[in-house]
């Protein structure tokens, strides 16, 4: 223990560079009894209370002018609660000491953040408000190995470092603190003054709430109540579950008009939730919500990952939204990005003078296209932050899933550099075999304590096994977006119709492939932006064709294996590309002409025929449940297969991707009888011309595509068509 008579120990603790403050401060054993020790800067005087009856003790004497105070109390060995009252030039007050209480990380949790497998670590590390020994206050806990000094800062103590210095376990780097009468709600950042000596104000990594940008601090928050697992909502997500959803960004799907202001989290689950319902749609999934500094990121540079962004309103008006998603039978999805962090001053970045974080060799550890901190995979501490935010939003708010963002990026070293500009792993290879163990680590950690919640990886790369399980290889997510798929259709779809018997292939491949992962077929935020345009304005020809063709394109997809994922305004058309700053055009459903309430109707109808006819769901990723009926006929653009479900049942598919109207069209069938139209794209409730098969048709005894019998149907122009066998 240090002797008051250093004077460059006291020195060092009034600078805020002493970063042992519990050797010095608190009740300490001497010879003569035991000592007290204070730092109490602009304190007039204090005096040593006993907390069991309230008697002052003794005086304590101004060792130092700048706020050092001691005294002893002779004659008694063993320490006792005490308080300090402390006077003011213009208050007094009754404080409990932080510096009387112990140790607060146990053993266990200590080892197991340091191996990094603790599955819940925040709920050690971060501020949690708990009674100690009897005294109400908030516990904090900060992870930042190479600092010289960790203070707790905020409103509670003017936002000076020298007051709280925090206790270092040097066993595992973490510096913690038990503030009495610290409360939720207050305002508070970490004050480090990094091994280089620099001083920084940091956010909390673990914060349960951060304020909005511009402001930068972190919130006391209480951990929200765990949310128990849910059969529905499991059975929901199922391989054989029809799965439809509506990819939102909260900030833009509908806005104040007279001030063009967000929608509250309240306001929003008054209208978004009941519309998603409405709509057919089974999840919605949120574009990420965790707090994040700049808005023209949607969400994907987060820095607070524990925290909703307070956009709009609390962590709890959040929850509020998820329950209200839940009660209207809806599974939410998140938007998780564990891909990458920005630079900002308050975050992550170089967290306590060093790359913690992040890869210190910016050939590991930037990102050159977003310009963005890439996380360090491989240290446990790293590990167990990421897979702990995971479980978090399952376990804590009730989320259904997440979408992870951007796999290609993490387990690729070489994504989007030039040879040189990158560094193999240490079998020289390219994949990054860390951020491959922590993807299955998270994926197996979800797996075996959220059962039924889904991970999705937007991975745009053929790499084998995404939707493999771990213990086969593979990454271990349930589902995979079918990048591809995407990319060819709608390539296919920009094509003038007289050119696409030329790219008939484009619609077809698809097939070979469909049953390697387990397939989302996408239309997402990604493809309605900079510069691609809307999806409507990529069909081609005039404003018939364009509509006609992406009702068609629909028909087509919600038929094609694989769940469905559409960003919101495409269910309506939207015409202009996708706008952060605005709210979608809902104006256009009011327009006389009726083309956007048509494609909005056809979605609807969609979504609830999809949701009621088991062969376009049951086997998706079962190659008995599709079978080609007509796959080459190039000249006509012609496209006709059947969807089956485990009984054997068939819906017939028809697409017709010329503005031609074919006539007696001959189809082969397996199953004869009368055939009923259920979906026809081109009908008038969705503005089309209306041509069709009076509803119903009935099988022909003569044979056709190395079938039996067969259909001759009338095939409207830019249309797709559904038939089911009546009984």
């Known amino acids: 223990m240090p002797e008051l008579s250093d004077r460059q120990t006291i020195n060092l603790l009034i600078s805020g560079h002493y970063a042992d403050p519990f050797a010095l401060l608190g009740m300490h054993q001497c010879a003569e009894g035991l000592q007290v020790r204070a730092l109490v800067p602009d304190a007039q005087e204090v005096w040593l209370v006993e907390a069991a009856h309230g008697r002052r003790l003794v005086q304590l004497e101004r ?33 409990e000491d932080p510096y009387r209480f112990g140790p607060l ?3 266990l949790d200590s080892w197991l953040l340091a191996e990094g497998t603790h599955l819940r670590p925040y709920e050690h590390l971060g501020s949690h408000p708990q009674t100690l020994d009897g005294v109400d206050g908030t516990r904090f806990a900060v992870w930042a190995p190479n600092a010289r000094r960790v203070s707790v800062v905020g409103e509670f103590n003017f936002w000076d470092g020298r007051r709280h210095p925090m206790r270092l376990r040097k066993e595992n780097g973490i510096w913690e603190l038990f503030l009495p009468a610290v409360h939720a709600g207050q305002l508070y950042k970490y004050e480090i003054i990094d091994c280089r000596g620099d ?29 128990a697992p849910d059969e529905q909502r499991q059975l929901a997500n199922n391989f054989d579950a029809p799965i439809s959803i509506y990819e939102v960004h909260l ?42 500094p700049f808005d023209g990121s949607w969400g994907y540079q987060p820095l607070g990952l524990y925290a909703p962004t307070r956009r709009f309103g609390t962590p709890q008006a959040f929850k509020a939204f998820i329950d209200a998603a839940h009660q209207a039978g809806l599974n939410v999805l998140l938007d998780w990005v564990p891909g990458h962090f920005p630079e900002d001053e308050f975050g992550l970045a170089k967290f306590d003078g060093t790359a913690l974080y992040e890869y210190a060799d910016p050939r590991e550890g930037f990102h050159q296209d977003w310009n963005t901190l890439i996380y360090n995979y491989g240290r446990h501490e790293v590990r167990n932050y990421l897979a702990g935010n995971a479980l978090f939003w399952l376990e804590r708010y009730g989320i259904d899933g997440l979408r992870v963002d951007a796999v290609a990026s993490m387990i690729y070293r070489d994504y989007s550099r030039a040879e040189g500009q990158w560094v193999p792993n240490h079998y020289g290879g390219k994949e990054n075999l860390e951020a491959i163990a922590f993807l299955r680590y998270t994926n197996q950690t979800l797996g075996q304590n959220r059962p039924g919640a889904v991970t999705m990886a937007e991975e745009s790369t053929d790499y084998p096994g995404v939707t493999l399980p771990p213990e086969l290889n ?43 992962e387990n397939f989302v077929l996408p239309l997402s935020h990604d493809e309605v932006v900079h510069g691609k345009r809307s999806l409507l304005d990529r069909m081609p020809g005039d404003a018939w064709q364009k509509f006609a063709g992406l009702r068609a394109y629909y028909g087509f997809m919600w038929a094609h294996p694989g ?15 996708w706008n952060h700053e605005s709210s979608l055009d809902w104006h256009l459903l009011d327009e006389p002409e009726g083309w956007h309430r048509g494609v909005q109707q056809l979605v609807r109808d969609l979504n ?14 079962q190659p008995q449940g599709f079978e080609w009926l007509v796959v080459d006929d190039r000249e006509n653009s012609v496209f006709a297969f059947v969807r089956r479900d485990q009984q054997g049942n068939e819906l ?48 022909e005894a003569q044979g056709s595509h190395q079938r039996a019998h067969s259909l001759v149907l009338t095939l409207p122009p830019l249309a797709t068509l559904y038939l089911v066998k009546e009984a």
């Open 105 to 107: 990380l146990q053993e």
């Open 652 to 699: 017939l598919v028809v697409s017709n991707f010329t503005p031609v109207p074919r006539y007696g069209y001959r189809i082969g069938i397996n199953q004869p009888g009368r055939w009923r139209e259920i979906i026809n794209t081109d009908s008038c409730h969705y503005h089309g011309g209306n041509l069709g098969n009076q509803g119903a048709v009935e099988s």
């Open 251 to 292: 900030g833009s799907w509908r806005r104040h008009s007279e001030n063009n202001y967000w929608l509250s989290y309240q306001e929003l689950a008054e209208q978004l939730i009941p519309y998603v319902k409405e709509m057919g749609f089974t999840h919605i999934e949120l574009l990420p919500v965790n707090e994040h």
């Open 563 to 577: 769940k469905k994922l559409l960003f919101m305004g495409n269910e309506f058309a939207q015409g202009r590309e």
């Open 199 to 227: 001083i920084h104000l940091k956010a909390d990594p673990y914060a349960f709430e951060a304020q909005m940008r511009p402001e930068t601090a972190s919130l006391i928050n209480l951990l929200p109540e765990r949310v």
């Open 474 to 516: 593979g990454l271990g997510f349930h589902y995979k977006w079918n990048m591809g798929w995407m990319h060819d259709t709608l390539a296919y779809m920009q094509l003038d119709p007289v050119h696409r018997k030329y790219h008939h292939d484009r619609l077809t491949f698809g097939i070979l492939y469909a049953y390697s």
């Open 608 to 621: 609830h025929c999809y949701r009621r006819q088991p062969p376009l769901y049951q086997l998706d990723f």
């Open 63 to 95: 060792a130092d002018e700048r706020g050092f105070f001691c005294a002893t109390v002779p004659r008694r060995k063993k320490p006792f609660h005490y308080q300090l009252a402390i006077s003011w030039p213009d208050a007094s007050l009754l404080i």
